[in-house]
């Protein structure tokens, strides 16, 4: 589930401000958070940048779900 590289001193909890060394760089001062899928439930925590990225993810497959379900005739 986590895929970046090192978590400089604190861990992913929320409310924790760290630093995130990745990749692309480092992120200083991001603040851990939780976010849920009012849809299915599942959760996130971590950095605000990637629970926008679960939001969105979340946000595409429900309204594919629904296209299909729609488009399937309530198959
Ligand atoms: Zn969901």
Redesign the pocket.
């Known amino acids: 589930m986590w895929d970046e590289d090192e978590l400089d001193q604190a861990p992913i909890e929320e409310g924790n401000i760290v630093d995130i060394i990745s990749h692309d760089g480092i992120k200083k001062g991001s603040e851990i958070v939780r976010v849920h899928?009012f849809?299915?439930g599942?959760s996130f925590v971590g950095p605000k940048d990637r629970a926008g990225i679960f939001i969105k993810g979340?946000t595409e497959?429900?309204l594919w779900e629904i296209t299909l379900h729609e488009t399937l005739g309530g198959l």
Request: charged share 15%.
């Open positions: 899928c849809v299915c599942e979340h497959f429900h």
